[in-house]
């Protein structure tokens, strides 16, 4: 059986992010991608132009109208824009038996904000405790924890301050340092260091979202948390290798670039 994972994140129109990346990374990895939009966005390779959100009731509908029939192996959530709807998420997650990888967007790449500075105290106290993975960048975890990364060598302080929030597992995603694409997955006491090459390109839209979809999609096939990090990290350092221009900015990933 094909198993399902269940995306719940905003939509992105140009297609480089959000529930799209997340649906065609799903595909590219075999598991069947299904969605609860949360927000639509107005959004190209150079910003986004609008942002609108779905009421809580559309949001929990479409959650239930999955998980009740359907069923899900893995949840992932993405961009969640208020603080109401990140309560309702968590309060969705914490009822289901899933495990769950919880992308804490904050600010698109272009610096536009995706979710209201009065909701990150809500990932704080409801999401991150309910979350099996977290995947925050370095932006994400100063906002929620006040640690300020600047090198390799801060990483391990990040994780810390994220797990004392109650998430199993963190990957502090330590994509926009120099050098190396180096991220580190821990839960406490194990340690896994993910380490690739750094590609230079430009066309790097959606890979934060592409990465947590990734894990969701292994750990919905059966894998071990670390088993399906090591497997989204070679996934997503593909995609980015692969990623192509597209519009006047910034272009996406290339999410079947494994497809052959
Ligand atoms: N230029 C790059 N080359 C290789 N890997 C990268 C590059 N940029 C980001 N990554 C990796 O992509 C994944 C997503 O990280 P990041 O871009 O920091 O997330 P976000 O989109 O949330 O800001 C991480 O595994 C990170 O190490
Ligand atoms: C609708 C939507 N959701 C999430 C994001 C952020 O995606 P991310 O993978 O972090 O990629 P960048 O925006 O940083 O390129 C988004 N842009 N839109």
Redesign the pocket.
């Known amino acids: 059986m094909i198993p399902g994972v269940l995306t719940v994140a905003g939509s992105d129109s140009g297609g480089g992010?959000g529930i799209q990346a997340d649906l065609k990374t799903m595909l590219a990895l075999g598991v069947h991608g299904m969605s609860v939009i949360t927000a639509v966005t107005a959004q190209n390779s150079i910003g986004v132009q609008g942002a609108w959100e779905l009421p809580v009731e559309a949001v929990r509908a479409q959650y239930r109208s999955v998980v009740d029939d359907i069923g899900v192996r893995a949840v992932k959530t993405g961009m969640l824009s208020s603080a109401e709807l990140v309560e309702t998420v968590a309060e969705l997650i914490a009822g289901t038996d899933a495990p769950s990888v919880v992308?804490p967007?904050g600010v698109s790449?272009h610096g536009d904000a995706l979710l209201a500075p009065s909701a990150l105290d809500s990932v704080r106290t409801a999401l991150l405790p309910v979350a099996t993975v977290a995947?925050?960048?370095?932006?994400?975890v100063a906002h929620l924890t006040g640690v300020r990364v600047e090198s390799e060598d801060d990483l391990r302080r990040a994780a810390e301050a994220v797990l004392a929030y109650g998430p199993r597992w963190v990957?502090i995603?330590?994509?926009?340092l120099a050098g190396?694409?180096?991220?580190l997955l821990t839960d406490g006491s194990q340690e896994h260091w993910?380490r690739?090459?750094?590609?230079?390109?430009r066309h790097?839209h959606?890979?934060?979202?592409?990465?947590?979809s990734a894990i969701a999609s292994q750990l919905a096939k059966g894998q071990t948390v670390p088993e399906a990090v090591m497997a989204?990290?070679e996934y997503?350092?593909g995609a980015?290798?692969a990623g192509f221009a597209l519009g006047a900015g910034i272009g996406p990933v290339h999410h079947g670039w494994n497809l052959g």
């Open positions: 992010a992308d967007v790449k995947t925050p960048n370095l932006d994400e990957v995603k330590g994509g926009h190396d694409a180096v991220d993910l690739a090459p750094r590609h230079d390109n790097t959606g890979t934060g979202c592409t990465l947590a989204a990290k997503v350092t980015i290798a």
